[in-house]
């Protein structure tokens, strides 16, 4: 079956240190990968997405992730966490016939600390 | 700016008493989605068009009704809330491409449920 885990439910860390959120994903076929951002009482916004290339991509805000197919892995990067990354991050992946259903993670829960 | 608008951010609404949700989008999309997305979760794909064909999740209630009467706008009728009803409702878009396309996510309606 088609699956999205995000091993840690919440993650804090110091404002100016690197970020990894970590996100293994269960697909058949080739993955369509994506992570989304959410703050409080917003919507998703979307931070950067693999389809198929270089398994390093790269998004906004600073954030890049990659593609490890041996590890089933997309997982989230920053070198520098900075106070406004504090949010919710969602790792997704497009399923289902015509890719029109997205199966999200859990999210993990960034907290900064000054 | 191209975006999807949900209104109202905040709706209160009477157990049992019918209310309509809605989005629209000036991004000219042919999929509109609505999500629900109760508190620490993941969102939850409850149905989506892509044009005007309508495509129902299985686990869907029948308590949850949607209309497109157009490209750019999307409804979301709930036809007798109960109090599990209570959540945030995204409305997103996405194009149509070769796979799954990123979301462009709506900032939500906060529903409350008396």
């Not at chain 1, 041996?70 to 016939?97: I, M």
């Not at chain 2, 951010?9 to 109760?38: A, D, E, I």
């Amino acid at each position: 079956a088609q699956s999205v885990t995000q091993p840690d439910i919440h993650i804090t860390v110091s404002e100016g240190a690197s970020l990894e959120l970590r996100c293994n994903y269960s697909y058949g076929a080739t993955p369509y990968l994506f992570w989304y951002v959410q703050s409080p009482g917003q919507g998703l916004q979307l931070l950067l997405k693999y389809f198929s290339g270089d398994t390093l991509v790269q998004g906004i805000k600073g954030f890049e992730a990659e593609f490890k197919r041996s590890q089933s892995s997309f997982n989230l990067r920053k070198p520098s966490v900075h106070w406004s990354d504090a949010a919710e991050y969602f790792c997704a992946v497009g399923a289902g016939t015509g890719g029109f259903k997205t199966i999200f993670g859990a999210g993990t829960r960034l907290f900064v600390k000054a | 700016d191209a975006m999807v608008i949900q209104n109202p951010r905040y709706q209160v609404t009477q157990f049992g008493k019918p209310v309509t949700l809605s989005c629209s989008q000036t991004l000219n999309h042919n999929v509109m989605y609505w999500y629900q997305q109760k508190s620490s979760q993941a969102p939850k794909l409850l149905f989506h068009y892509y044009d005007k064909d309508f495509n129902n999740e299985a686990d869907t209630p029948d308590n949850f009704q949607s209309r497109r009467p157009n490209t750019s706008f999307c409804f979301l009728d709930i036809r007798s809330p109960g109090l599990g009803d209570a959540a945030m409702y995204l409305c997103a878009t996405s194009r149509v491409g070769q796979g799954p396309q990123p979301q462009h996510f709506g900032d939500g309606t906060r529903l409350s449920i008396l």
